[in-house]
């Protein structure tokens, strides 16, 4: 192939009508499709396609090339003599390659005959890497005779904000031109009401006999056993940056290059071995996917909250998918530590909802938020980000001791808690609240960000401020874990306060959010402190934060697994005897892996193993039904029954890193592993494996600067830990039973 093509010049651009097509989101509703497409990601780059390969229905919201916010590709669909192929088969390795087969059906060809069914193969292998997407074709002919058919490949290019495929209508755009069809090039090219000129280059190998419009054609003779190949390439180019390649990439070399990286992410990883193939499948392929959702900032990376909606920087997605994955590898933790510190609140600004000290929620780099349409260029909405990241502060030096990492962000610790204080809590009265300030922005700022996730029982929306209760358990957390850092580092007078406040915090929490009749914690309080009295899975996480006794604590265990509130595949976000549970809704008894996984953690800290070993379980086996044992964002709530699947979500993520995260996390807690690496420590605290596990080998367990090997056994009820090294630094490991 020859160098890609920047963008082209003006003289040889037409402007044509601008399309104002919407993308299709009605059809989706009962199609689960996006948890059988084929995705690949290169951090902020990804690329998500039917088992086929194509991107099809042509402008469908869970389909396309994405780069920077923006799909450059809306349409490839490949017909063989005007027909669509059949799938044999379609596999992903790691996150970065496709291997599909597929082969044409019973269909009479031009001048021959009619062809038989699988007679001939086509391999179709597509790859990613940053800007640039292969997409490469062998058609092998397993005929007797000869044969001779036409290869046509179907392109479009929307170039669509992120947002728009997510629904925002928008009614206007930009300035789009004719395909531009040239020698063995196809060329697509808008430029955005942000005056940015954006393309994408279709590139062939060889040059296609025919090219008009948005369809390039061969035409194929093939003698028996002879195999032909087409090549493609796709670039996307932004204008004024410089991503595209003077000289083209290979695809073999940039292979390699991929398979080298997911190695060295690997090596510098956990590896975990157990007794059950499937379950080292699912960690095996959550893996992965840390590694293609790392998006790089300066010298760190930070993980991408999720595909297709939430390839970025996503505050409370990548704080919570670091601390889940801390027991795989505690870096990328303290790198997502260093970004959100670089993009911290700086000043009171409405249009973000931005306060100095608040940790960001979400940050586009698309056409709608340069024209300022949307806030998102640096967004602060969201109200747990921020004890959130106190929180990570905290168990990032339990795992790794790093006191220059701790004394670097110092400033932002500080600036984080006098966010709390001044900022978060929005009248007083001792809780932090979240509201709307941006016109464009969130109107519910916690976990659960719908615009009605937040109802009383007879279905009347809450009016912010609205005080959620886990956002009180994440503050009380924050607050008490750094009394006890920030002692450690001197600040002794400091220390002292944060633990009075943490005290405080919890005997309030208690008695403005418990709800006597129900016996259990409300969702929430709304402008006039009025409780949102339903039953939630909520209050699950303040046994993650520990700030209930333990008589509380088991009364929300217990409460938690009654069957309106456990699936038998997950805790539901709502109860489904609340008069406005939704099964199929997105927060309202919808089942969440990344929920369920914060709940399993405080069940284990609490000492509810049962529990939390019956919902690792379930979640597993959920795990099984999806494509390479992923765990989407999230699945419908319905009660599970015998033989059933867990019903899919219509427009769930996946791989979403916090749904990736979840089983990282559950095994964490089920194993009881609890790091001290400042006391040079390791303690492995009442192991328990589940009974579809005989043993689980962990080895290159990252704590401070040693590297350990942990053996686990179970024999009959009981689970045994067996340290079998510890290479370097000197590493006490303590392993604990209770009774």
Not at 47 to 72: E, L, N, Q
Not at 535 to 542: C, D, F, K, Q
Not at 572 to 591: A, C, I, Q
Request: proline share 6%.
């Amino acid at each position: 192939m020859s160098a890609t093509k920047p963008i082209l010049p003006a003289d040889e651009l037409v402007e044509i009508p601008c399309p104002h097509v919407e993308p299709r989101i009605a059809y989706q509703i009962g199609e689960p499709r996006k948890l059988n497409n084929l995705t690949l990601i290169d951090g902020k780059t990804f690329v998500s396609t039917t088992i086929s390969g194509d991107v099809t229905p042509p402008g469908a919201p869970d389909v396309g090339f994405f780069h920077d916010d923006t799909r450059f590709i809306s349409h490839i669909e490949l017909k063989v003599d005007g027909h669509r192929t059949v799938v044999l088969s379609s596999s992903t390795e790691k996150s970065y390659a496709s291997q599909i087969e597929l082969t044409t059906g019973n269909i009479t060809l031009r001048d021959s005959f009619d062809l038989p069914e699988n007679t001939v193969h086509i391999r179709r292998d597509q790859l990613l890497s940053k800007n640039v997407f292969f997409d490469h074709f062998f058609f092998e002919n397993f005929n007797l005779k000869p044969i001779r058919f036409r290869v046509e490949l179907i392109y479009n290019a929307d170039f669509v904000d992120v947002f728009q495929v997510r629904g925002v209508a928008r009614g206007n755009c930009g300035h789009y031109y004719q395909p531009l069809a040239k020698d063995d090039t196809l060329s697509f090219v808008y430029r955005g009401l942000d005056g940015i000129l954006r393309q994408t280059s279709i590139q062939f190998s060889p040059a296609p006999e025919k090219m008009h419009e948005t369809t390039a054609e061969w035409d194929v003779s093939l003698e028996p056993m002879e195999r032909v190949r087409i090549e493609t390439m796709i670039t996307a180019i932004v204008e004024r940056d410089r991503h595209y390649h003077p000289k083209p990439p290979d695809f073999i070399s940039t292979l390699r290059t991929r398979r080298h990286a997911a190695a060295l992410w690997e090596g510098a990883s956990t590896k975990f071995d157990s007794s059950n193939e499937e379950f080292d499948a699912a960690l095996n392929t959550a893996t992965g996917d840390f590694h293609g959702l790392q998006i790089p900032d300066g010298a760190e990376h930070i993980i991408a909250a999720g595909i297709p909606w939430f390839a970025t920087i996503f505050g409370r997605d990548s704080i919570i998918a670091a601390y889940q994955s801390l027991i795989l590898n505690p870096q990328l933790a303290a790198d997502t530590l260093r970004v959100l510190a670089r993009h911290q609140g700086t000043e009171v600004n409405d249009w973000r909802d931005e306060d100095p000290g608040k940790i960001i929620h979400e940050q586009r780099q698309g056409e709608m938020t340069h024209t300022g349409e949307m806030p998102f260029g640096a967004y602060y909405g969201s109200v747990d980000s921020t004890p959130l990241f106190l929180m990570l502060v905290s168990e990032v030096f339990n795992w790794t001791a790093d006191e220059r990492l701790i004394r670097e962000l110092m400033p932002n610790i500080l600036r984080a808690l006098d966010w709390i204080d001044h900022y978060g809590d929005l009248d007083g009265d001792g809780f932090v609240e979240f509201q709307r300030r941006s016109p464009k922005g969130l109107a519910n700022q916690g976990w659960k960000d719908s615009w009605d996730a937040n109802m009383f029982p007879d279905g009347t929306v809450a009016q912010s401020p609205i005080a959620l209760v886990e956002v009180q358990g994440y503050v009380y957390d924050a607050k008490y874990r750094l009394s006890k850092l920030l002692r450690s580092f001197g600040e002794t007078e400091r220390a002292d306060k944060l633990k009075r406040e943490a005290a405080e915090l919890a005997k309030q929490i208690d008695r403005v959010f418990w709800m006597q009749r129900q016996g259990y914690y409300a969702m929430a309080l709304d402008k006039d402190k009025k409780k949102l009295e339903v039953i939630s899975s909520n209050p699950g996480h303040l046994l993650f934060t520990r700030v209930l006794k333990a008589d509380r604590a088991r009364v929300v265990a217990n409460r938690l697994m009654q069957p309106d509130m456990h699936t038998g595949w997950g805790w539901r976000t709502l109860s489904k005897d609340e008069k406005v549970f939704n099964p199929l809704s997105y927060h309202r008894g919808s089942v969440w892996p990344h929920d369920n996984s914060l709940i399993v953690h405080g069940m284990a800290l609490y000492g509810f193993r049962k529990p939390a070993l019956h919902t690792l379980t379930t979640l597993f086996q959920a795990a099984q039904t999806f494509r390479d044992n992923r765990l989407p964002e999230l699945f419908c709530g319905v009660q599970r029954k015998d033989y059933d699947v867990p019903v899919h979500y219509p427009v769930s993520c996946s791989p979403q890193a916090w749904a990736s995260g979840a089983m990282f996390f559950m095994l964490t807690s089920v194993l009881g592993i609890r790091p001290s690496a400042p006391q040079r420590e390791l303690n492995v605290m009442n192991p328990a494996l589940p009974e579809w596990l005989d043993y689980l080998q962990l080895r290159n367990l990252r704590v401070g600067n040693s590297r350990v090997g942990l053996d686990f056994s179970r024999r009959g009820d009981r689970t045994f830990c067996n340290v079998v090294e510890v290479e370097g630094e000197k590493l006490l490991v303590n392993v604990a039973f209770k009774k």
